[in-house]
Every structure is written in structure tokens, then in C-alpha cells.
């Protein structure tokens, strides 16, 4: 079964600091999210791509996160400089054509900001 | 982008059967409904998804009733390894309603 692929599993950073989060979507989709889970929430929506666009960034605190999609197959997220408020779990999920159908999620970066 | 409500948390045991409600009382007419699993450090995962009547796949079936203001998953003979946290969400196909936004989601945790 096809996976998405995030790296790296676990990060660890002080805070002030820069940290950036990978993912690989399934061949072949188009569409591309990174979701915010802090714990004992649901998933936050951060970013959407379509392909290399963004979609929707409405949630993502664009003072000190960036995402990009340069190529519209792989994504990174980046955070700079990295407050204690963003310890959480960082999802990365593709789909072909939007929720139809499903997400296909990874298995995320648990961040923890000391 | 139509609001969903499910219970914080559910107990069973192993073999019966599970029945988890949300209620979207204003699910627009295009929406669909859509339900996903959650393990601990792991991403979300789908389970099931429908627009009316029943569905039914490998893992649960999904009904939903004529007035689609509610939805009921239901996890038939459940086992220890079904505790985790379902998501019950609503989605659209156009605009701002063709994402998934999730809520606090239930918590089953299934017993011997």
C-alpha cells in the first residue's frame, strides 16, 4: 500500500531556532496539506497545495512559518524561529483530487521545542 | 462549513459490536460525511465515507438517515486493537468546504 513519507520522525529544538519538516506524497496526487495536531486535539489545516499553488493558508502564522511545494511532488515545512507553543505533532496528507475519496496521511514529525 | 458533534469518549468490550453518532444538523445538501481512525503517534486514517443510506466497506459500515443530520459508525465485533480516536467530519466538493477540518474526535477504548 502506498505510503506518505515524512521525515524527519522526531525533532527536538530550542527555541529561537529554525526547523524544517519534510514530505513525500503519494505518486501521483495533486493535493498536498500539512496539518497542526497538539496534543489531545484534532488536526489543525496549516497549508493546502494544489499541485505547486497554495490553496488555502488562512491558518498557517506566515511571521514564522513557510511551506513550499517548489516541483508539486515533495513539500517542506518550515518554522523560524520556533516558539515553545509549537510542540505538536506535524501531518502531512496527499489526496487526488481533495477529501473524496480520502486522505492518505503520514505518519507525522513530533516536534518539541525546549 | 457544517458543524459536527460526537461524544468525547466511548468504553466497550472485545466482541460487541459499536455504534458511534455525530449529529450535523447543518450539512448543506452537497456535503458528505466522512470518517477516520486515529492511533497514537500516527496520522489519521480513513475509514469509511458516504451521502445517504448505508455504506459498507471491510473495517464498518456507515448509515446515515434521510435527513442526513446525523451519521452513525458502526464497528462491528470490535477487538483491543480498535482503541484509538474517530474522527466524524463533513466536507464539501467546492470552495471552502473541500478540505477536512477536524474536531476533538471520540476516544473508544475497547477491554477485555
Known amino acids: 500500500e502506498a505510503e506518505v513519507a515524512q521525515s524527519p520522525r522526531y525533532k527536538i529544538t530550542e527555541k529561537s531556532q529554525a526547523v524544517a519538516f519534510w514530505c513525500d506524497p503519494i505518486s501521483g496526487h495533486a493535493t498536498l496539506y500539512w496539518y497542526r495536531q497538539i496534543l489531545g486535539q484534532g488536526p489543525e489545516l496549516l497549508v493546502q497545495f494544489q499541485d505547486e499553488s497554495v490553496v488555502d493558508d488562512s491558518q498557517l502564522p506566515k511571521d514564522r512559518f513557510s511551506a513550499e511545494r517548489l516541483k508539486g511532488v515533495d513539500s517542506t515545512l518550515k518554522i523560524q524561529p520556533a516558539e515553545l507553543g509549537d510542540s505538536a505533532m506535524y501531518l502531512c496528507a496527499s489526496s487526488l483530487a481533495g477529501p473524496r475519496g480520502g486522505y492518505t496521511f503520514g505518519s507525522g514529525t513530533r516536534l518539541t521545542v525546549v | 462549513l457544517a458543524k459536527t458533534t460526537q461524544p468525547i469518549s466511548m468504553d466497550s468490550y472485545e466482541g460487541q459490536e459499536v455504534n458511534i453518532t455525530c449529529s450535523h444538523n447543518n450539512i448543506a445538501t452537497n456535503d458528505y460525511i466522512t470518517w477516520y481512525q486515529q492511533f497514537p503517534s500516527q496520522g489519521p486514517r480513513f475509514i469509511i465515507q458516504?451521502?445517504?443510506t448505508k455504506v459498507t466497506n471491510e473495517v464498518a459500515s456507515l448509515f446515515i438517515p434521510a435527513d442526513r443530520k446525523s451519521s452513525t459508525l458502526s464497528l462491528p465485533r470490535v477487538s483491543l486493537s480498535d482503541t484509538a480516536v474517530y474522527y466524524c467530519?463533513?466536507?464539501?466538493?467546492?470552495?471552502?468546504?473541500?478540505?477536512?477540518?477536524f474536531g476533538t474526535g471520540t476516544q473508544l477504548k475497547v477491554e477485555l
Open positions: 467530519l463533513v466536507f464539501g466538493l467546492t470552495g471552502g468546504g473541500n478540505k477536512l477540518t
Open positions: 458516504g451521502y445517504k
